[in-house]
């Protein structure tokens, strides 16, 4: 179905979301888009004991082969090198598709198609979605809450995929300032360690969380955060696995205002290095659903 999304008057005012509602025709592609703006974070301290309702989510239904919805998941385009060296040039969308499965498919290939990259010709394309759309128009964005997604990662040397969050404020001031919430990365010889962190002005938080035994990141897990005023906590299946407090963080911690989201399978760069001969082609990262939840209003 196309992505759901509830508008912000039910929620707390510490919950600020720019929301994307989308309209059902018989064919399923007429959209309206409507800004909801929340109160600024209370004093008071956030609610002991939250009742999530959805505020926005993807469950990625659709034909085989079909782009995801441009109304709200905007190709990011480019083969500069990401600020990391990475070897894939990111293509206006195709790289991303529905699978006719219930699952967005982002994939990794061999090959220029006549791109040009940062260090000459191409070696490989991939895909690149956020939820922004310009520096001055998101489609959407929440501060606070809960992000998750059901995904299924590809393993193998020199691949990146990662779910992740941005401060809307980016382009005004820039990363770190702006922060950073690593929901998932993977690095991809590392089939059973997932990397969880966070960044802001002096603030590198975070690690990797190790799978049980027998586990990897190409099984279908569920990886999410829960962020409040106060800390960011990390989840993989359910289980809390790290936290950062807003007192750890201290000046670094920027993380008072929305944030929009990005999926993508990066190749190559300094944290993966390069692919080599055991990395196999084409890979894909598996998107089951993307689903964001704030807290219910008191009574």
Not at 6 to 25: E, M, Y
Not at 122 to 137: A, I
Not at 261 to 281: H, K, M, Q, R, Y
Request: aromatic letters at 12%.
């Amino acid at each position: 179905m196309p992505p759901f999304t509830r508008g912000t008057s039910s929620l707390l005012g510490v919950v600020q979301a720019l929301i994307v509602f989308t309209s059902l025709t018989a064919c399923g592609n007429t959209t309206a888009s409507t800004r909801f703006e929340g109160e600024p974070p209370p004093t008071s301290p956030w609610p002991s004991d939250i009742e999530w309702v959805q505020t926005f989510g993807d469950e990625f239904d659709g034909r085989r082969g079909r782009a995801p919805d441009r109304s709200v998941w905007v190709p990011d385009v480019g083969g500069t090198g990401w600020g990391n060296d990475e070897l894939q040039y990111y293509t206006d969308g195709d790289n991303t598709f529905l699978d006719g499965r219930g699952n967005l498919v982002i994939e990794a290939r061999t090959g220029s198609e006549g791109h040009k990259c940062w260090y000459g010709r191409c070696r490989y394309t991939s895909g690149k979605l956020t939820t922004r759309r310009s520096d001055d128009e998101i489609a959407f964005a929440q501060q606070y809450g809960r992000f998750e997604a059901r995904m299924k990662l590809p393993t193998g040397t020199g691949l990146w995929p990662a779910f992740w969050l941005l401060g809307e404020n980016i382009d005004a001031v820039g990363h770190p300032e702006a922060g950073e919430i690593d929901v998932v990365e993977v690095i991809g010889r590392r089939d059973d360690e997932v990397e969880q962190h966070a960044h802001g002005p002096g603030l590198h938080f975070g690690a990797e969380h190790i799978l049980p035994p027998g586990q990897s990141v190409s099984d279908w897990h569920t990886y999410g955060v829960e962020w409040t005023p106060d800390e960011v906590s990390w989840e993989v299946d359910g289980s809390t696995t790290r936290t950062l407090t807003r007192e750890e963080a201290g000046s670094g911690w920027v993380f008072d205002q929305p944030f929009f989201i990005l999926l993508n399978l990066a190749v190559g760069g300094e944290w993966p290095g390069s692919p080599d001969s055991s990395t196999e082609f084409p890979a894909r990262m598996f998107i089951d659903y993307i689903r964001v939840y704030g807290p219910e209003s008191a009574p």
